[in-house]
């Protein structure tokens, strides 16, 4: 091992330092320089919502280590013999001299460093699509410390806020405004909140059960401009609407930093970010990149894609690290996994949307089902709702998704696991999970929706989608909608119709010859689990024109019922 | 399919109601009738020590579906058409006639029912060893929701209480106990908490964490008798102590409910529970045993073993519901996966222990970490111990068990889905878990025990465990401590020895050449992560007999500190 290795990282944020990190631990004389634009280096960037709504109530608990010590240029020199150039711009990389031309931002001198291996780590930037009046007081981005300084600056006197974009960032930041008592609207020019990230029918509900706490959706609208007075925002018009905004924080998504590696040369993929190998190594065999610069492979489809996250950040890091120091170990790709937290809502997903399988040339099977994530006379019991798609023939399990109040992260993690491995939905089944009543039910929530679907496969449960319902009524058809719900449910969330007949389960088996025979049945309950039964029920008394509504009233999100 | 079926279950707790619940949604027609021996069915076990400690505070909770509706012989009937005869004990099995012997318990009369498909789940009872004075009043087990009522009368009076055995109920009920201010002594005839759940380094840990919070434990000690004053108990007497105690609760395990299978002829296992075969079916073709009174097979070990527990009993039943109605469904095993919750402390553990495995002939490799669970920034961020055990040359994953307040039944579940896989460690490090600061950190914490585990086994991080630096420290070796803790770690949990140097991992590679090369080094710090880091320093200036101590102070658990 060579042991006096030059080693430069361009990009001082996450995969930078990590790389770093796990380069010195592996080559403890290698030189190794990390360079940034920014005066702000080794930030925890997800932490900034949380920051911006109050709940870490210290600026500085961003940039600490666990153990409270600043990660600064000092850190970096003193724990890890890193040098970290704060304030630096990379100008240019000379691949023949293997050397970085350097600008020290506030001196203004110039020069040129040379490296033995090179990361590329240079992040990604905000796009600001070109509205006028986005030089207005009162926009903001929310990329970097120094957006949220300047955010928090003004954040106490506003009352109204419009939020650009319903991505992670616009629905993270929305949260936190929301959370500070701002009336804020999302406007996103998709008809669905998260596009990419969840379907449209998860979006759907989620989106009620948003607005049901106060955060305002404008979907499907096109920011025209921002207006304002006295050189301040005071509206956002969109081709629909205008709103009221005394702050408003575009988060419309970033794109890769590739200037550099454009400008040097480097391949550059379809997505747009720099093309790296399984070893994260570019087109140059001596510069590798990571990051939210470079590309990711999704493992399911095969293809390169563009997510830039924190994780695969921190992977992709350790990976470099690895293999600047001479290993040479591979990054696997992603599988589109991605968590977020929305008001007490949790959002989560893994693998392939139903669409996106679609896409891909996969025939799919879906099953959405409501359930507590632990035993339900647990104190802390609460909601998921998840949906998992899986291919139609095989059963192989392509992309589970979940929204809800409850332990969701859990789910999504023993999903991502058992899609790596090629799971089924039989082979979800056969999972021996961990119970107790603080932590599951003893069936899991995905266990559940695995079984749900293999039902609906074998025609054991007809379904209908509470939005084919929602069709149903509005179209006028004629039919009998179910409730097989308590009373005590039933008045707290009446489905008010006339062809609405409530009979709870506990008399369905003995009133059952006082139904209509001729006429198509929805059934349907609170959860799905009672319609499912009173299903079976009918069937078996002959009926025959029977479905039961997915996911009971908890999927529910139109009308002026079924809010949560 | 017949139709008219008729589907006899001995047993109405947790499998019994299963099996018979999905044999109604495949059979409409079929006759099924329920026979259990108690007037309790259908409730939640698991869920009794969450109401004695009064988390749960109304004891029909126990009875109640999610919809508020208590399952008791009425709710059978109405909702799912299936006959529940309570107070009713199966005599005897006509395995020719096809027909069963009961009784009604409380008027006595005896008549036989036919059957053309048999379950049997007949549960568990607690042992009952014969201790001198078990007949005292105040001597409990906690079995059944009877046993449960009649604890609750007392147990407002109670001041100091003793559990007798460490196990699953022993260790729930020890700290729901203490949660109520009981004064709460736990006696375990073998030397260790927890034995055969978790290995013996996690257990001295969780031995010391619950006691800085008010368990007291007597391990290593045999229970000679109980004694007493006016018929109540006052005392439980072992071989090594006298114990006061205005209560005891027995809790030393559970045997199998064989009685009516063992007169039947029905083949039993090694293990002593009723021997099944993948589609639960016992050695009589019509026959099905399921739940607390069969065996399991453990997927890893393919070994029959024994373990009662509420979700395998009703993955059980279901497949048994299925296979009474037709179907080939089977079960595939258990892993040996278990959660469970004492005081603030989770506990958790999947797959072979280390003994477990070395045990069955693997040559085992093991690393152990504390971590967060999420962005230590984060508000509701906690601890996290995981140890992690994997084949040695493979490098497959063979356990993972864990311990701590924090979020470790997420782990547990992620690693019970590799493991069905066959996975390694490396294949761990890949998996792509979702992240955002209120669920994780970058890199997770399995993926961190494992990331350590392949360190430790490239020579990257020699390890030495807390147990030997104790050791060392008692026998007097002459070697370096070093602590690379901050100033205020290092203040609040101080470790006193005159071997301890104490250099700030800041100061570390400036005072490097202060730090004795010829003698042993041992460095810690709180996690084992910035050890590592001086490990490396000190490796990279030429240290050579320098370790690093096994997840740090978080790990300690010996001498007066490393209190959590």
Chains 1, 2 share one sequence.
Not at 289 to 298: F, H, L, M
Not at 367 to 372: C, D, G, L, S, V
Not at 431 to 450: E, K, M, R, V, W
Request: glycine share 10%.
């Amino acid at each position: 091992m060579k042991q006096d290795l030059k080693l430069v990282i361009i990009g001082g944020v996450a995969a930078g330092p990590k790389a770093a990190a796990r380069a010195r631990r592996l080559l403890p004389n290698a030189e190794i320089t990390v360079i940034d634009r920014s005066r702000w280096i080794s930030y925890a960037g997800c932490g900034m919502p949380f920051f911006l709504d109050g709940q870490i109530d210290s600026f500085e608990e961003l940039f600490n280590t666990a153990y409270d010590v600043i990660r600064d240029e000092g850190y970096f020199l003193r724990e890890k013999d890193i040098t970290v150039l704060t304030s630096t711009e990379a100008l240019e990389v000379d691949r023949v001299k293997k050397s970085v031309l350097i600008r020290d931002l506030a001196g203004g001198e110039e020069r040129w460093i040379p490296y033995d291996k090179l990361v590329l780590a240079t992040g990604a930037s905000p796009i600001i699509p070109p509205f006028e009046g986005r030089d207005l007081k009162g926009v903001y981005g929310l990329n970097n410390p120094g957006d949220l300084l300047r955010l928090m600056e003004t954040v106490e006197d506003v009352n109204e806020a419009v939020v650009v974009g319903a991505g992670f960032i616009g629905m993270e930041v929305a949260g936190a405004l929301s959370n500070r008592n701002i009336l804020t609207t999302i406007v996103e020019l998709r008809e669905q909140l998260l596009p990419g990230v969840l379907d449209e029918d998860l979006a759907g509900v989620l989106k009620t059960r948003l607005e049901s706490q106060g955060i305002d959706f404008a979907l499907g609208q096109k920011v025209l401009r921002f207006e304002g007075e006295n050189g301040r925002v005071s509206r956002v018009v969109t081709d629909q609407a205008v709103l009221d905004a005394e702050m408003v924080v575009m988060a419309v998504g970033v794109r890769p930093n590739i200037d550099l590696a454009l400008k040097a040369g480097l391949e550059i993929g379809n997505t747009g970010a720099i093309r790296v190998d399984e070893y994260m190594l570019t087109s140059d065999p001596e510069i590798y990149a990571c990051g939210d610069c470079a590309e990711n492979v999704n493992i399911l489809s095969g293809r390169h894609t563009y997510v830039p996250l924190a994780s695969s950040a921190n992977r992709q890091g350790r990976v470099v690290g690895d293999n600047t120091a001479g290993r040479r170990s591979k990054y696997n790709g992603i599988l589109g996994t991605a968590l977020l937290q929305v008001k007490n809502w949790n959002v989560g997903r893994t693998g392939l949307g139903e669409q996106q399988a679609q896409d891909y040339g996969y025939e799919t099977k879906t099953a959405i089902t409501p359930a507590h994530d632990r035993s339900h006379y647990h104190p802390q019991h609460s909601l998921v709702i998840l949906k998992v798609i899986a291919e139609a023939g095989s059963g192989r399990l392509l992309g589970v998704q979940g929204i809800g109040p409850g332990s969701l992260d859990k789910r999504i993690d023993v999903a991502a696991t058992a899609i790596s491995f090629g799971a089924t939905l039989d082979n979800i089944v056969d999972l021996d999970l961990g119970y107790a009543p603080p932590f599951n039910t003893t069936i899991d929530p995905l266990q559940h929706t695995a079984n749900t679907l293999r039902n609906k496969n074998s025609g054991l449960i007809p379904m209908i989608s509470p939005r084919e319902v929602w069709d149903k009524l509005q179209r006028g058809d004629d039919f009998i909608l179910l409730d097989v719900r308590t009373q005590r449910e039933h008045d707290s969330k009446p489905m008010n119709d006339e062809r609405v007949l409530h009979v709870i389960m506990g008399e369905l088996r003995e009133r059952i010859d006082s139904i209509s025979r001729d006429k198509e049945i929805v059934v349907f309950c609170d959860l799905g689990i009672r319609s499912y039964e009173a299903l079976r029920a009918l069937k078996g008394a002959g009926f025959t024109k029977v479905r039961s509504m997915e996911g009971g009233m908890r999927l529910w999100a139109y009308g002026p019922v079924g809010m949560l």
